[in-house]
């Protein structure tokens, strides 16, 4: 056993060069040890999740609020999620497609329904006169020799901007050229796009008066 030169004192032990010196008890020992700091968890109210779910109800009415003029189809899977909050696992169990495909074919359709030249043609499509007839599906039922320049532009709008049919398509069911249907897409989007920076500016100013 080794002695501490400069004390004397063995420190395993507690014994010095000339006497025995009592050891401390262990729970002293370990009472002057310094301790580390302990960091308590706040709790704070779930603010968060009532901000998520708060979110969530804002999210969905903004998705459904035109959704009425899309495809039965693509309104179908919609409401399932956005209004009756169903998850897409119990749909993908009952055979429709599987859980993957109706993911991306969602995202698809939420994409098109924010969209500003989506709802565009939406609100055209409510303040105008629409013929009843006019079927969200495609190909329309409609003889489309029959309409107007304007009834007609509404009809390449709905097709590419709501439908989500592809310009080839529209041409090709309703007899134009490709540069046709892109002439009037085109008018549509920046109609759409000055529609929403309109909008945005009086959003500004309100907010500032």
């Not at 709802?119 to 006169?129: P, Y």
């Not at 529209?170 to 540069?179: E, H, M, N, P, Y």
């Amino acid at each position: 056993m080794f002695t501490d030169v400069s004390t004397g004192t063995c420190p395993v032990s507690g014994v010095s060069a000339g006497r025995a010196q009592p050891l401390r008890p262990l729970r002293l020992l370990l009472a002057e040890a310094p301790r580390r700091r302990v960091k308590r968890r706040v709790v704070k109210p779930d603010l968060d999740r009532r901000r998520r779910e708060a979110l969530s109800r804002e999210f969905a009415s903004r998705v459904t609020e035109h959704a009425r003029w899309l495809p039965q189809a693509d309104l179908a899977l919609l409401s399932w999620v956005y209004r009756s909050q169903r998850p897409l696992t119990e749909l993908a169990a009952t055979g429709v497609a599987p859980r993957w495909v109706l993911h991306r074919r969602l995202n698809r359709i939420v994409a098109r329904v924010l969209s500003p030249t989506y709802r565009h043609v939406a609100m055209l499509l409510a303040v105008r006169n629409v013929p009843p007839n006019w079927s969200p599906e495609w190909p329309p039922p409609q003889d489309q020799a029959a309409l107007d320049a304007e009834s007609l532009q509404l009809l390449i709008g709905r097709a590419i901007f709501v439908s989500g049919v592809p310009v080839r398509e529209v041409a090709r069911v309703l007899g134009l050229s490709r540069q046709q249907v892109t002439r009037q897409r085109d008018i549509i989007a920046l109609q759409a796009e000055a529609m929403a920076q309109a909008t945005a500016m009086a959003g500004t100013k309100s907010r500032a008066g």
